[in-house]
């Protein structure tokens, strides 16, 4: 059962910088997960922004974010990172890291998703 938990959120003005870490549980086994970042700001469904494999391979973005946020897999920590760079105020959400369904259109989560308590991402000036 693998387990991730999210980290790092804050306020940040315009057009900054932040970086997200979804710590996960068991990561160096033969086992191998998808795994993704996801969104929902206030009265909006959620949505998939990044999603790749533990096992690495692809990874794979929402148009909203594409060229603006990386998914960065480090295998010595057993994290999963957002970086977020050039953040627009309707980046504002809840973000979460979870088990997923993704390939090249679609990030969606799946029958072993499970939600854990996000972190907070606010831009504004």
């Known amino acids: 059962q693998l387990q991730l938990e999210e980290s790092g959120g804050g306020v940040v003005q315009p057009g900054g910088a932040l970086r997200l870490s979804c710590k996960a549980s068991?990561?160096?086994?033969?086992?191998?997960?998808?795994v993704a970042w996801f969104r929902q700001a206030p009265g909006k469904e959620r949505e998939g922004v990044a999603c790749?494999?533990?096992?690495?391979?692809?990874?794979y973005y929402a148009d909203s974010v594409k060229g603006r946020f990386t998914m960065i897999r480090d295998v010595a920590s057993n994290t999963l990172y957002l970086q977020m760079n050039n953040l627009k105020p309707e980046d504002t959400a809840g973000y979460y890291c979870?088990?997923?369904?993704?390939?090249?259109?679609?990030?969606?989560?799946?029958?072993?998703?499970?939600w854990g308590q996000g972190t907070q991402v606010t831009v504004s000036s």
């Open positions: 790749m494999s533990t096992g690495g391979g692809p990874t």
């Open positions: 979870a088990r997923a369904v993704c390939n090249e259109k679609t990030i969606t989560s799946g029958i072993r998703t499970s």
């Open positions: 068991r990561f160096r086994d033969q086992t191998f997960y998808i």
